[in-house]
């Protein structure tokens, strides 16, 4: 850690003692040259701070103030920081060699007032689906809800590439932006708050691109992608974004179509279950988003964030 850091990477934990060590003897490789300082706090309660302690001293832990969500632990290390820039880093990830140098170096040659992020690979080093984020609109999600996906982006050139938002688990962007946008919308608990980061920033003129040369790989949902907590929060997320930036009637007609979308793969799992004598995963995610809507499509508020489970 030097005096005067160029980026100050911030980790929010969450019971996640057990990535820790991958993620943090990831960090200099993947800023060789790029001075940098690491912050941490834990929104859980598993003593991930003594963990992160034995690995590197030199990390700055902050004092936990219990599990106030990400959005809100994020604001409250990007109060201790003194980078120009500000990187956030989902505990669960590993940074492949010179991803923090390849996010600088596009961040030196354009615009401060552009957000940056990573691509998110595989163990095989294969792009995941959330490299690229799109936001919303009725006819993806109407699409969506019937398992189509956007085609996939052009990840083997070397210019960064511009996109409406880019992941959570790595993003970064400028000090100045960050203190402009007021950082992170607190009231989000968890999921969706880089998308609405990421709408006001572009809604403020700037720019969201994504460095195919800056890569990491994420373990997505902590090891169980179609854990119906994880399946939860994201869709009490997005509804709360919906709900948020749109209008009523447009926010409630997407709601719907994630409500559809919870209904078609509950369908699914119930057939695959029958026909294999035993509960299908989508059974397991789906069938409380699916015949307890109430549960997510109000999206948050201040005294129910945590209610969900």
Not at 41 to 46: I, Y
Not at 53 to 67: F, Q, R, T, V
Not at 110 to 130: C, F, H, M, P, Y
Not at 148 to 168: K, N
Request: hydrophobic share 45%.
């Amino acid at each position: 850690m030097t005096d005067r850091p160029d980026i100050s990477i911030l980790i929010v934990g969450f019971n996640s003692k057990r990535y820790l060590e991958a993620l943090i003897a990831s960090i200099s490789p993947a800023a060789p040259h790029t001075p940098h300082e690491v912050l941490f706090v834990n929104n859980g309660c598993d003593g991930s701070e003594r963990i992160v302690e034995e690995l590197d001293p030199s990390i700055h832990i902050l004092p936990s103030k219990g599990n106030v969500g990400f959005a809100a632990a994020n604001n409250y290390l990007a109060g201790s920081a003194r980078g120009q820039w500000l990187v956030l880093v989902n505990p669960d990830t590993e940074l492949e060699r010179g991803a923090l140098d390849a996010l600088m170096q596009s961040a030196r040659s354009i615009s401060s007032n552009t957000i940056l992020g990573g691509v998110a690979v595989d163990a095989n080093g294969e792009a995941l689906r959330q490299a690229q984020i799109r936001f919303p609109s009725l006819a993806t999600v109407a699409a969506g809800a019937f398992g189509w996906s956007p085609p996939a982006l052009d990840l083997q050139q070397q210019a960064a590439i511009q996109v409406d938002a880019v992941s959570g688990g790595f993003l970064m962007i400028a000090r100045e932006a960050w203190d402009r946008l007021g950082g992170m919308d607190a009231s989000f608990f968890l999921y969706a708050e880089e998308l609405d980061l990421c709408w006001r920033h572009r809604a403020a003129g700037g720019r969201v691109e994504l460095v195919p040369a800056s890569r990491f790989r994420h373990d997505v949902g902590s090891g169980d992608p179609h854990s119906p907590q994880r399946t939860l929060y994201s869709l009490r997320g997005i509804a709360h974004f919906y709900r948020k930036h749109h209008s009523v009637p447009y926010a409630w007609g997407l709601i719907a179509l994630h409500w559809l979308s919870c209904a078609t793969r509950l369908l699914a799992g119930g057939v695959a279950s029958a026909l294999g004598w035993k509960r299908h995963r989508l059974l397991r995610a789906f069938w409380r988003p699916a015949l307890c809507p109430w549960l997510w499509m109000s999206g948050y508020s201040p005294k129910s964030a945590k209610a969900v489970i």
